[in-house]
């Protein structure tokens, strides 16, 4: 199954805008995870929501799920140019032995300019 | 704050020759995970590991595949007989069982 899509698949914006990136799922999930990859670096956890949460808030990102059209978004706020990255969704399906695996999507390059 | 260690960060190998890459996870965690991105790809799980063996595994991860917890420090992923098609960036992952992962910054694997 094609779980984790994100859109949009590129994404450029000017420094001081938001950033809302998208992300679709297919199956039911114990949580859903944001990544962020610098290029050529490692990911980078950003935040994680529970499936029986609908918003929450870290700094300038805020990221909200609705479990019943499997979907989420994240959005930066006021970004910066130190923002550019890659940026990807995960969900884990969570049970039994499959605590930590992750199933990602494509990402959304995004970048932002001074 | 704590990082998990991957080494190298670049490994060039032939056709049919074994590679360990090798992870040095965060000291207090129980969890260790591998996952790999091939270029232009997502990024995928590959295998986990807890309490000295494999919680579950892709099925990606065949039997050219093992991983190994040798001391109390290192987590390495052993390719016994590399493909072309296992060029890849491989990261390892580890949790104190929080439920967010910690990743290396990976290693680069190139098949020739």
């Known amino acids: 199954s094609q779980q984790g899509e994100e859109d949009p698949q590129a994404l450029s914006i000017q420094e001081g805008e938001n950033a809302t990136m998208n992300c679709s799922y297919k199956?039911?999930?114990?949580?859903l995870q944001w990544y962020r990859q610098n290029s050529g670096r490692g990911l980078v956890h950003l935040i994680l929501?529970?499936?029986?949460?609908r918003e929450k808030h870290s700094g300038r990102l805020r990221v909200t799920l609705d479990t019943s059209k499997k979907s989420s978004s994240l959005l930066i706020t006021a970004s910066r140019a130190a923002d550019t990255a890659s940026y990807f969704c995960a969900t884990e399906r969570g049970g039994g032995t499959s605590y930590g695996k992750l199933t990602f999507g494509q990402g959304t390059i995004l970048t932002v300019h001074p | 704050e704590p990082e998990v260690t991957q080494t190298p960060s670049h490994q060039v190998t032939q056709m049919g020759q074994e590679v360990i890459l090798r992870c040095v996870p965060i000291?207090?965690?129980?969890?260790f995970y591998w996952y790999r991105q091939i270029l232009g790809q997502k990024v995928e799980f590959l295998v986990s590991f807890y309490n000295n063996e494999i919680s579950e595994k892709s099925e990606i991860f065949d039997d050219q595949f093992s991983v190994e917890r040798p001391d109390g420090s290192n987590f390495t992923l052993k390719i016994r007989s590399t493909k072309l098609e296992d060029s890849a960036m491989y990261f390892c992952?580890?949790?104190?069982?929080?439920?967010?992962?910690?990743f290396g910054s990976g290693t680069q694997l190139s098949v020739l």
């Open positions: 929501i529970r499936s029986n949460e």
């Open positions: 199956t039911s999930i114990n949580n």
């Open positions: 992952a580890s949790s104190g069982g929080f439920e967010k992962l910690f």
């Open positions: 000291s207090n965690h129980l969890y």
